[in-house]
């Protein structure tokens, strides 16, 4: 199969950029700050465990935000962020790197990198306290598999967050090892965003794994719909960087009586 015949235009072409981009020389290796114990820490203080991201621009909005990338980070952070996901995918969301580095320095929480990850050396660019897995990619003819990159990333001492959009991606991530999984509401093959694909495949997915609500998440109603279906955890996008950050964390971070805005 080739993945990359069977998505959205504007996801092939990320695809095809991915398969371009090389690695690095030597190998990372990660010294992470635990994602679970902070999801932990945030039910504890009475939040909603977020994932929140640091994503100038993307293939499906308009927006492009210019800010200092650490400021917003830090903005999340304070307003109540249990982690932080940082694009390092430049041609079509302008993140690097570079970026991560000096967000990861300037917080205490978990970092994921996000980016398309398809061969064992693009592991090595920079390190991270997660990394990205997709499996509908990695399970695209000449790349690698996705037992072999989660092995490879567990080796230099990254947690990994699998994505997944289906409950046959569930069982192919689960029987590959994946203890943090997400279920993208977001059908790359469309791009169409349906938050009933959570409801539907997160019952398959095996109670001793974290388990992320990704894409379409925008109000608290959105929250406490995935909340609700069983997430752990959200990774929130959009309706954090689409005014003020601080502002959007603590109000998708918190879950008042009334959950309609």
Same mark, same amino acid.
């Given at each position: 199969?080739?993945?990359?015949?069977?998505?959205? %235009?504007?996801?092939?072409?990320?695809?095809?950029? *991915?398969? !371009?981009?090389?690695?690095?020389?030597?190998?990372?290796?990660?010294? %992470?700050?635990?994602?679970?114990?902070? &999801?932990?820490?945030?039910?504890?203080? $009475?939040?909603?465990?977020?994932?929140?991201?640091? #994503?100038?621009?993307?293939?499906?909005?308009?927006?492009?935000?210019?800010?200092?990338?650490?400021?917003?980070?830090?903005?999340?952070? *304070?307003? @109540?962020?249990?982690?932080?996901?940082? +694009?390092?995918?430049?041609?079509?969301?302008?993140?690097?790197? /570079?970026? +991560?580095?000096?967000?990861?320095?300037?917080?205490?929480?978990?970092?994921?990198?996000?980016?398309?990850?398809?061969?064992?050396?693009?592991?090595?660019?920079? /390190?991270?306290?997660?990394? +990205?897995?997709?499996?509908?990619?990695?399970?695209?003819?000449?790349?690698?598999?996705? !037992?072999?990159? +989660? *092995?490879?990333?567990?080796?230099? @001492? &990254?947690?990994?967050?699998?994505?997944?959009?289906?409950?046959? =991606?569930?069982?192919?991530?689960?029987?590959?090892?994946? #203890?943090?999984? $997400?279920?993208?509401?977001?059908?790359?093959?469309?791009?169409?965003?349906?938050?009933?694909?959570? /409801?539907?495949?997160?019952?398959?997915? %095996?109670?001793?794994?974290?388990?992320?609500? =990704?894409?379409?998440?925008?109000?608290?109603?959105?929250?406490?719909?995935?909340?609700? *279906?069983?997430?752990? $955890?959200?990774?929130? @996008?959009?309706?954090?960087?689409?005014?003020?950050?601080?502002?959007?964390? /603590?109000?998708?971070?918190?879950?008042? =009586?009334?959950?309609?805005?």
């Amino acid at each position: 199969m080739d993945a990359s015949e069977e998505v959205a %235009p504007e996801v092939r072409s990320i695809i095809d950029a *991915a398969r !371009e981009r090389g690695g690095a020389d030597g190998q990372v290796q990660a010294r %992470p700050r635990s994602l679970p114990e902070a &999801f932990a820490r945030a039910e504890d203080d $009475g939040r909603v465990p977020t994932i929140a991201e640091v #994503k100038p621009t993307s293939p499906t909005t308009a927006r492009t935000r210019e800010d200092n990338p650490v400021a917003l980070a830090e903005a999340m952070v *304070a307003g @109540g962020a249990a982690a932080l996901s940082v +694009l390092t995918e430049p041609e079509h969301f302008g993140g690097s790197p /570079e970026t +991560l580095k000096r967000v990861r320095a300037a917080v205490d929480v978990p970092v994921l990198r996000k980016d398309f990850l398809l061969y064992e050396e693009q592991l090595d660019v920079v /390190e991270a306290d997660l990394v +990205l897995l997709i499996v509908r990619f990695l399970e695209a003819d000449g790349t690698a598999d996705l !037992e072999d990159m +989660l *092995a490879a990333a567990h080796e230099r @001492g &990254f947690q990994v967050l699998v994505e997944t959009h289906s409950r046959e =991606e569930v069982r192919t991530a689960v029987d590959a090892g994946a #203890k943090i999984i $997400g279920v993208n509401n977001r059908d790359l093959g469309a791009l169409d965003l349906d938050l009933s694909t959570f /409801e539907e495949v997160a019952p398959t997915v %095996p109670d001793d794994v974290t388990l992320i609500a =990704e894409s379409g998440i925008e109000t608290r109603a959105d929250v406490a719909r995935m909340r609700a *279906a069983g997430a752990d $955890g959200q990774l929130v @996008g959009s309706a954090i960087m689409d005014g003020d950050v601080r502002a959007n964390t /603590e109000r998708l971070t918190t879950l008042p =009586e009334n959950t309609n805005t």
